[in-house]
């Protein structure tokens, strides 16, 4: 079998978490401990997020020809990748998050919603409340002046009716 029917599969497996992703991440993961990789993988897999490492070469022959091929500038050295399916900052987040135990974690580059990130705008990214924290931070909003409403009205009732 040829190594280019070797890599085929594995180059196709890129392709679709990328075509599905809302988000890809590229990470650097030199120095961490294997507890720590446990850890993370555990906090990816519970956000909904396919965390991979692949050769870079593999990432680049994906990538070529999609919105992610801006990512192969940071294709050098350890590379990890994370594919943000639901929520295109949980990827981030899930990173961001892990700094905090692991300093060895490091942000390469990132493509979210279409949108070119290096580290620096990842991290700021992973600040980013997710879509439903938004959502329900507007309908509190919406909803607090007509709760208030409604008491002043029924104190009123209630101090007529005295």
Do not use: H
């Amino acid at each position: 079998m040829a190594k280019v029917e070797l890599k085929a599969p594995i180059i196709e497996e890129i392709k679709g978490y990328a075509e599905k992703a809302k988000s890809v991440v590229l990470v650097d993961y030199r120095g961490l401990t294997v507890e720590q990789d446990t850890s993370l993988r555990k906090s990816f897999r519970e956000s909904g997020v396919v965390y991979k490492v692949y050769k870079n070469t593999y990432l680049r022959m994906a990538f070529a020809g999609t919105p992610y091929e801006e990512l192969a500038g940071s294709l050098e050295g350890p590379t990890a990748v994370a594919f943000s399916i639901d929520d295109a900052t949980s990827a981030a987040k899930v990173i961001a998050n892990a700094q905090k135990t692991a300093e060895a974690l490091e942000f390469k580059a990132g493509i979210v919603e279409g949108t070119y990130y290096d580290a620096k705008g990842l991290a700021v990214i992973a600040t980013v409340p997710s879509r439903e924290e938004l959502i329900s931070k507007l309908l509190g909003s919406l909803q607090s002046p007509i709760t208030n409403f409604a008491r002043v009205l029924k104190q009123i009732a209630e101090s007529k009716a005295a």
